[in-house]
């Protein structure tokens, strides 16, 4: 709340709504009333006559199973029934929360930008396999769990006895951090036999704090020490940007090993000044940046919103 008094009115001018903070507000409308349409006052205790008593809402929380295609499958088989076929599919099983908004946190859920970046990593296998990785805000797993499947299969499919390489996921909030965790060792998960995976809390302010950088520099070079870093949907408040940019610039150009590694970012257009305004931070911090496609190659497989997604590659 200090910081939103501190701001000048032409800053307050460039502050955009998330829309997910609009839905979170429909949703917690009351759910009184009649069914539309309908004078009937037994209706009143239902929900758009779906028969859902009022005092009766959908779970806070849901284990959620994603089913998604390695690169080593057709993506588009002419027989409808092999789309139908499970067996085609790898999955992993994540415990989400189904309210867009809860605990003061957007990270207990999954969002369409995690979405378009995983199918990037699955058709592009060779990114992520045998790589050192390091993901900045991990929220409850799911690209975490997607990466460490990938290494593991990859490990296996391999006729040499490699390593499989290492997962960092990163994120500022304790309750996310903890669900995380829990979802990467869910037995039913590939991710729980991945024999080098960690997760931990980084905070991205601290790439701007001279006194504390030093903190995070030694934390990147001498215990993650990436290859690789991705993120989805980092960017939903401009205000972030500066720190975000910031912790890109000390992995991506801050060591002798900064010029091999890159960064691969997915990010929703919920306001072109917002994307801008990133794009033209990473330039200005002397990174190259490259938006890049994901071409979706099953017309099954596309989620609602990843048409406002796109991808960037981040370099030195």
């Known amino acids: 709340?200090?910081?939103?008094?501190?701001?000048?009115?032409?800053?307050?001018?460039d502050l955009e709504i998330d829309e997910r903070i609009y839905e979170c507000y429909l949703g917690l409308l009351p759910l009184s009333g009649p069914a539309p349409g309908s004078s009937n006052a037994d209706s009143r205790q239902q929900i758009c006559d779906r028969g859902l008593p009022v005092n009766q809402r959908p779970p806070?929380?849901?284990?959620?199973?994603?089913?998604?295609?390695?690169?080593?499958?057709?993506?588009?088989?002419?027989?409808?029934?092999?789309?139908?076929?499970?067996?085609?599919y790898q999955t992993f099983t994540l415990l989400e929360s189904q309210n867009l908004i809860e605990g003061g946190t957007t990270g207990l859920r999954t969002w369409p930008a995690s979405f378009r970046l995983a199918r990037y990593l699955s058709q592009h296998t060779e990114i992520v396999a045998h790589k050192r990785v390091l993901e900045l805000g991990?929220?409850?797993?799911?690209?975490?769990?997607?990466?460490?499947?990938?290494?593991i299969q990859q490990l296996a499919a391999s006729?040499?006895?490699?390593?499989?390489?290492?997962?960092?996921l990163t994120d500022i909030n304790d309750e996310v951090l903890t669900r995380c965790q829990n979802n990467i060792r869910l037995d039913c998960n590939l991710s729980s036999t991945h024999p080098d995976i960690h997760v931990r809390?980084?905070?991205?302010?601290?790439?701007?704090?001279?006194?504390?950088?030093?903190?995070?520099?030694?934390?990147?070079?001498?215990e993650v020490k990436p290859d690789i870093v991705v993120g989805?949907?980092?960017?939903?408040?401009?205000?972030?940007?500066?720190?975000?940019?910031?912790?890109?610039?000390?992995?991506?150009?801050?060591?002798?090993?900064?010029?091999?590694?890159?960064?691969?970012?997915?990010?929703?257009?919920?306001?072109p000044t917002t994307?801008?305004?990133?794009?033209?931070?990473?330039?200005?911090?002397?990174?190259?940046?490259?938006?890049f496609s994901s071409s979706i190659?099953?017309?099954?497989?596309e989620f609602a919103g990843e048409e406002n997604v796109y991808l960037f590659r981040v370099t030195a």
């Open 1 to 13: 709340m200090e910081r939103e008094i501190s701001r000048s009115p032409s800053e307050a001018d």
């Open 232 to 271: 989805a949907d980092l960017v939903f408040d401009p205000f972030l940007i500066p720190a975000l940019v910031g912790v890109l610039s000390l992995v991506l150009s801050g060591s002798a090993r900064s010029a091999e590694r890159h960064a691969f970012i997915a990010l929703t257009n919920r306001n």
């Open 138 to 151: 991990s929220g409850v797993g799911f690209l975490g769990a997607l990466i460490a499947t990938l290494q």
């Open 297 to 301: 190659l099953d017309p099954y497989d």
């Open 60 to 88: 806070r929380e849901s284990y959620l199973t994603h089913y998604w295609q390695s690169a080593d499958r057709d993506p588009c088989p002419n027989d409808t029934q092999q789309l139908d076929d499970v067996s085609r």
């Open 159 to 168: 006729s040499r006895d490699l390593y499989p390489g290492s997962l960092y």
């Open 201 to 222: 809390t980084l905070d991205w302010c601290i790439s701007l704090d001279c006194e504390q950088r030093n903190v995070l520099v030694s934390f990147i070079e001498n």
């Open 275 to 291: 994307m801008n305004s990133f794009v033209d931070s990473v330039k200005d911090a002397g990174l190259g940046i490259v938006e």
